[in-house]
């Protein structure tokens, strides 16, 4: 049973080295999982896909974060969709062999993060950089942030 274990790791970590060498993108199996009867059976047979920072996933699991990454983008949460593109960004760029729905995803999650920077940050630097000589000086004083009562909110004030 530990010599079936071990080898189907050490066959597990042989394909996926070949792999990443062949094609620079690692596209591996995951690690073995013990069968339903406790038998070592691997998981051989899932796909994995890597992030960009190294961490290997379940090709469902992926799925799964980059659709939740891109819905959850719209409760104005950008830095999800830049979060979401990052991480799948070999995907993203679609290399051989990517997985179709996370890159619809991220493709999407992308246009979101580009559409949504575009349309802020003009705002936010518009407040910032000239202030009330563009905006009304009304309008500025109830914008400002250092006029909100913390207290009230039960925050400890300065």
């Given at each position: 049973?530990?010599?079936?274990?071990?080898?189907?790791?050490?066959?597990?970590?042989?394909?996926?080295?070949?792999s990443y060498r062949s094609t620079g993108a690692?596209?591996?199996?995951?690690?073995?999982?013990?069968?339903?009867?406790?038998?070592?059976?691997?998981?051989?047979?899932?796909?994995?896909?890597?992030?960009?920072?190294?961490?290997?996933?379940?090709?469902?699991?992926?799925?799964?974060?980059?659709?939740?990454?891109?819905?959850?983008?719209?409760?104005?949460?950008?830095?999800?969709?830049?979060?979401?593109?990052?991480?799948?960004?070999?995907?993203?760029?679609?290399?051989?062999?990517?997985?179709?729905?996370?890159?619809?995803?991220?493709?999407?999650?992308?246009?979101?993060?580009?559409?949504?920077?575009?349309?802020?940050?003009?705002?936010?630097?518009?407040?910032?950089?000239?202030?009330?000589?563009?905006?009304?000086?009304?309008?500025?004083?109830?914008?400002?942030?250092?006029?909100?009562?913390?207290?009230?909110?039960?925050?400890?004030?300065?």
């Amino acid at each position: 049973l530990r010599l079936n274990a071990f080898v189907t790791i050490s066959h597990s970590y042989r394909f996926n080295l070949q792999s990443y060498r062949s094609t620079g993108a690692f596209r591996g199996f995951a690690a073995p999982v013990a069968g339903p009867w406790g038998l070592g059976a691997s998981a051989m047979d899932v796909p994995t896909i890597e992030s960009i920072d190294g961490e290997v996933f379940p090709i469902e699991k992926a799925r799964k974060m980059a659709r939740r990454y891109f819905y959850f983008g719209f409760a104005f949460l950008p830095w999800l969709w830049f979060t979401s593109v990052w991480l799948f960004w070999h995907e993203f760029r679609g290399r051989p062999g990517a997985d179709p729905e996370i890159r619809k995803f991220t493709k999407w999650s992308a246009i979101g993060f580009a559409v949504y920077s575009a349309i802020f940050l003009p705002w936010f630097l518009l407040y910032i950089i000239a202030g009330d000589s563009v905006l009304d000086p009304y309008i500025y004083w109830i914008l400002d942030a250092t006029r909100l009562n913390v207290a009230a909110l039960g925050l400890p004030s300065s």
